[in-house]
């Protein structure tokens, strides 16, 4: 019995170590956020800002229609921006499928999209730079997941700077050019399965 205390509090110990260094260096414990990069003149916080990413196509946590993802046309869900700060001085859109057997895949990137955008219309590219996608090319690449429903991210970061990146970087480095860049940060989820 004595035994059993004593490795019970151990534990207890150790979860309550574990939650503490989880808080105390703002690390997230959700997937989805996980990839979240340092905002601009802070030490890696994410204060709550009010900027939103939505669709008139689908609602967040919902299914993405046929029509934006291989099985159909192949063409960009319509976005709508709001409540960008007004300190931005470009937006960077990142979409990607953390689901995929691969690892994470890329659908779409593109940066130094000007900051009064309000929308991007469906079937249109945004004005900015677009990245190279796991496809392989420039420009969205829709939802095709090869095995079960994946779920589909489109991250709409607000920058206090444009990026000096040449067309065609890869995520990773539009990623790295945006540390300690972000002011406000928003997310749109959709879900896809091709049963």
Known sequence: MKKFAIITIVVIAAVTAYFFFIINNNI???PSLNSRLPRAG???E???NNMKISSSAFQNDSSIPLVYTCDGSNINPP???SDVPTEAKS???????PDAPVGVWDHWIVWN???DTKEIKEGSEPSGLQGMTSFKKLGYGGPCPPDREHRYFFKLYALDAMLDLPEGSAKREVEAAM???IIAEAELI???DRK
């Open 113 to 115: 999209i000007p900051p």
């Open 28 to 30: 997230s414990v959700n």
């Open 190 to 192: 959709g879900k896809y």
């Open 91 to 97: 937006l960077a859109l990142i979409m990607d499928d």
């Open 79 to 81: 976005l709508t921006f």
């Open 42 to 44: 802070s030490r890696g």
């Open 46 to 48: 994410f204060a709550s």
């Open 179 to 181: 540390q300690g860049r």
